[in-house]
C-alpha cells in the first residue's frame, strides 16, 4: 500500500508535470515493470504475442489514439503530460499508454472496480454544510500508485485532490473556490469520439471553474472520451448534482431529499437508453472468477445497501458517514459486493476521501476504510 502523503506542484503546466514526474518516478517505472502482470493486459494479449510486443504495439496505438485529442482539446493538460514524461524520464508513447488505462481497464468485459460516493446537502449535515464522501475501488495491483497532490498552476485555480501517480488529471477533488467532483465509472453502448480522458477535462474543469453550475456546463460541452461516469459536483454555497455522462450524451440528476447516492449505473431514463442493459454478464475475455456475474449487480447492492442505512437519516456527522464508507452489509460479511470492498484477486477499496468544499478540505485513506485512518489535508499556506 502506497504511503499517504501530499505532495505540492507549483508552476507552468509544464512545471507542474516535470515536479509530479520527478516525484513519483520511482513508482511509474515500478508500474512499468509490473504492468505484464495486470489482469488487463493478459486478458488482452493475444496467447501467441510475445508480451513485449504486444506493449511496444499497445504504447504505439495508444499515442495515435490520443496524441491529437490531448493537444489539441486539453493543451495545457498535455504541456503537463509532457512533463510527466520528462520528469519521469519515460517516452511519450509510454506516457500516452498509461493514460490510455483509464478507459482500458473500464470496459464492461472486465470492468472489475465499483466505487461508491455520497452527497448531502448541508440541511442534512450536522455541521449545516455541503459533505461529499467517496470510496476509490480499483485493482488490488494498482494500490501503490495512488497520489494525492496540491497544484498551483501559472494559469488557472488551485486544485487539492488524488489521482494516479502517472496522470495530469484528476479523478477526485477541489479546487480553491470549493468546487468538488468525485468520478465514478459507468456502462454505456456508446462509442467514444475522442479519446482524452475524462480525468483530464476534470482537471482542467476544477482550474476554469468556480461553481457547479459552471462546472456542468463546462462538462457537458467538453469533447472527452475514456469512460463513461456519473460525476458528483459540489460547490461552496451547497449545490449538489449528479452528472450522468458518456463522450457523446449527458444528464443532470438533481438531489432526493437532499442527498445523491453514485455507485456505477445511470439513473436518469435519458441515459439508461445508452447504459449496457442490467441483466447483462460478465462474458468472453472476463477473468473466469467473473463470468456468469451480472456485470451492474455490485453497483445495485451497494446503492440499495446506502439507501438503507440513509433512510430517514437527520443531521448526519462524519462519524456516520465514515460507518457508510465502512459498512459490510447487513451480515458484516466483507466482499466485492460491499460498499468496503474486500476482493483479493482483483480489485478493492484502495483510497476512501471525505470532502468539505466550504473548508476547502478534504480527509483521505489508503487502503480499507474499515482499517485505516483518514489524515486532513488543505491547501498550503502562501
Same mark, same amino acid.
Given at each position: 500500500?502506497?504511503?499517504?502523503?501530499?505532495?505540492?506542484?507549483?508552476?507552468?503546466?509544464?512545471?507542474?508535470?516535470?515536479?509530479?514526474?520527478?516525484?513519483?518516478?520511482?513508482?511509474?517505472?515500478?508500474?512499468?515493470?509490473? %504492468?505484464?502482470? $495486470?489482469? *488487463?493486459?493478459?486478458?488482452?494479449?493475444?496467447?501467441?504475442?510475445?508480451?513485449?510486443?504486444?506493449?511496444? $504495439?499497445?504504447?504505439?496505438?495508444?499515442?495515435?489514439?490520443?496524441?491529437?485529442? %490531448?493537444?489539441?482539446?486539453?493543451?495545457?493538460?498535455?504541456? #503537463?503530460?509532457?512533463?510527466?514524461?520528462?520528469? =519521469?524520464?519515460?517516452?511519450?508513447?509510454?506516457?500516452?499508454?498509461?493514460?490510455?488505462?483509464?478507459?482500458?481497464?473500464?470496459?464492461?468485459?472486465?470492468?472489475?472496480?465499483?466505487?461508491?460516493?455520497?452527497?448531502?446537502?448541508?440541511?442534512?449535515?450536522?455541521?449545516?454544510? *455541503?459533505?461529499?464522501?467517496?470510496?476509490?475501488?480499483?485493482?488490488?495491483?494498482?494500490?501503490?500508485?495512488?497520489?494525492?497532490?496540491?497544484?498551483?498552476?501559472?494559469?488557472?485555480?488551485?486544485?487539492?485532490?488524488?489521482?494516479?501517480? +502517472?496522470?495530469?488529471? !484528476?479523478?477526485?477533488?477541489?479546487?480553491?473556490?470549493?468546487?468538488?467532483?468525485?468520478?465514478?465509472?459507468?456502462? +454505456?453502448?456508446? /462509442?467514444? #469520439?475522442?479519446?482524452?480522458?475524462?480525468?483530464?477535462? $476534470?482537471?482542467? !474543469?476544477?482550474?476554469?471553474?468556480?461553481?457547479?453550475?459552471?462546472?456542468?456546463?463546462?462538462?457537458?460541452?467538453?469533447?472527452?472520451?475514456?469512460?463513461?461516469?456519473?460525476?458528483? %459536483?459540489?460547490?461552496?454555497?451547497?449545490?449538489?448534482? *449528479?452528472?450522468?455522462?458518456? +463522450? %457523446?450524451?449527458? /444528464?443532470?440528476?438533481?438531489?432526493?431529499?437532499?442527498?445523491?447516492?453514485?455507485?456505477?449505473?445511470?439513473?436518469?431514463?435519458?441515459?439508461?437508453?445508452?447504459?449496457?442493459?442490467?441483466?447483462?454478464?460478465?462474458?468472453?475475455?472476463?477473468?473466469?472468477?467473473?463470468?456468469?456475474?451480472?456485470?451492474?449487480?455490485?453497483?445495485?447492492? #451497494?446503492?440499495?445497501?446506502?439507501?438503507?442505512?440513509?433512510?430517514?437519516?437527520?443531521?448526519?456527522?462524519?462519524?456516520?458517514?465514515?460507518?457508510?464508507?465502512?459498512?459490510?452489509?447487513?451480515?458484516?460479511?466483507? =466482499?466485492? $459486493?460491499?460498499?468496503?470492498?474486500?476482493?483479493?484477486?482483483?480489485?478493492? *477499496?484502495?483510497?476512501?476521501?471525505?470532502?468539505?468544499?466550504?473548508? #476547502?478540505?478534504?480527509?483521505?485513506?489508503?487502503?480499507?476504510?474499515?482499517?485505516?485512518?483518514?489524515? /486532513? &489535508?488543505? &491547501?498550503?499556506?502562501?
Amino acid at each position: 500500500m502506497s504511503n499517504l502523503a501530499m505532495h505540492s506542484f507549483s508552476g507552468s503546466h509544464y512545471e507542474l508535470g516535470f515536479k509530479q514526474g520527478q516525484a513519483v518516478r520511482k513508482l511509474i517505472h515500478e508500474g512499468l515493470e509490473s %504492468i505484464s502482470d $495486470l489482469e *488487463t493486459i493478459k486478458l488482452m494479449k493475444p496467447r501467441v504475442l510475445p508480451t513485449s510486443l504486444f506493449l511496444a $504495439l499497445a504504447k504505439r496505438k495508444a499515442a495515435k489514439l490520443l496524441r491529437n485529442d %490531448i493537444f489539441e482539446l486539453y493543451p495545457k493538460q498535455a504541456q #503537463r503530460l509532457k512533463g510527466i514524461a520528462d520528469g =519521469s524520464k519515460i517516452d511519450m508513447n509510454t506516457a500516452f499508454f498509461l493514460q490510455s488505462m483509464e478507459f482500458l481497464i473500464g470496459k464492461p468485459s472486465f470492468a472489475i472496480q465499483a466505487c461508491t460516493s455520497i452527497g448531502f446537502y448541508p440541511k442534512r449535515t450536522s455541521s449545516g454544510e *455541503t459533505v461529499v464522501a467517496k470510496n476509490f475501488d480499483y485493482l488490488n495491483s494498482l494500490a501503490p500508485y495512488n497520489l494525492t497532490c496540491t497544484s498551483e498552476p501559472k494559469e488557472g485555480y488551485r486544485t487539492l485532490g488524488c489521482t494516479m501517480a +502517472s496522470m495530469p488529471g !484528476m479523478l477526485d477533488g477541489l479546487n480553491e473556490h470549493g468546487l468538488t467532483v468525485t468520478y465514478n465509472l459507468a456502462f +454505456s453502448t456508446d /462509442e467514444p #469520439r475522442c479519446y482524452a480522458p475524462l480525468s483530464m477535462t $476534470l482537471q482542467e !474543469m476544477l482550474e476554469t471553474c468556480k461553481n457547479t453550475e459552471e462546472a456542468i456546463k463546462f462538462v457537458t460541452q467538453a469533447k472527452q472520451g475514456g469512460h463513461d461516469a456519473l460525476l458528483m %459536483i459540489a460547490d461552496a454555497d451547497g449545490n449538489i448534482k *449528479t452528472v450522468e455522462i458518456t +463522450s %457523446i450524451h449527458s /444528464e443532470v440528476r438533481e438531489p432526493i431529499e437532499g442527498q445523491i447516492i453514485n455507485t456505477n449505473h445511470f439513473h436518469t431514463k435519458k441515459m439508461q437508453q445508452y447504459e449496457i442493459p442490467h441483466d447483462a454478464v460478465y462474458s468472453g475475455k472476463a477473468p473466469k472468477e467473473l463470468l456468469g456475474f451480472r456485470i451492474h449487480e455490485s453497483s445495485e447492492k #451497494r446503492l440499495k445497501r446506502a439507501q438503507e442505512l440513509l433512510k430517514g437519516k437527520v443531521n448526519i456527522n462524519e462519524n456516520k458517514l465514515i460507518s457508510i464508507l465502512q459498512d459490510h452489509g447487513k451480515d458484516n460479511e466483507p =466482499s466485492m $459486493l460491499t460498499i468496503c470492498r474486500h476482493d483479493e484477486l482483483y480489485a478493492s *477499496t484502495l483510497r476512501s476521501m471525505i470532502f468539505y468544499p466550504q473548508k #476547502r478540505t478534504i480527509k483521505v485513506l489508503y487502503g480499507n476504510p474499515c482499517q485505516n485512518k483518514y489524515k /486532513e &489535508f488543505k &491547501f498550503p499556506q502562501h
